[in-house]
């Protein structure tokens, strides 16, 4: 959680819009992406204050997104819920493709992460 937090903080305060903060965001979580991963896919159950941990950062990703759609990034019909999962996805997909040698580097797979997410769920921009 913390590795996450800190990926996350580092480029929030960095970025004026959606498409730089959702670029920046997917690059800097290329690292922890197996964590990602895993956080997503914990049962409820586990431990209270890691759940709490665990909505708080889905909240702050929530809110990204409906930034993005309000700028027309993501299509505003597009539930949140349904783009965050798409994102964690394409965090751990580029996370396991920088881990297999796939010889594509960070920046590569940042921009197939975009294409990826601006093409699937792209709004009005």
Known sequence: IEATD????????H???SRDALRALLKAM?????????????????DEEINGHIRRQERELQELIRWAQSEGVIDSEVPTVWASSVLNSLIYAAWEMRNNDSGLD????????????????GGST
């Open 106 to 121: 960070k920046d590569q797979l940042t921009e197939l992460g975009m294409r990826t997410l601006e093409r699937g769920l």
């Open 6 to 13: 800190e990926a996350a903080a580092k480029i929030m305060t």
């Open 15 to 17: 970025v004026t819009n």
């Open 30 to 46: 290329i690292e922890v992406g197996d964590r990602c991963y895993f956080l997503t896919r914990l049962p409820e159950a586990v």
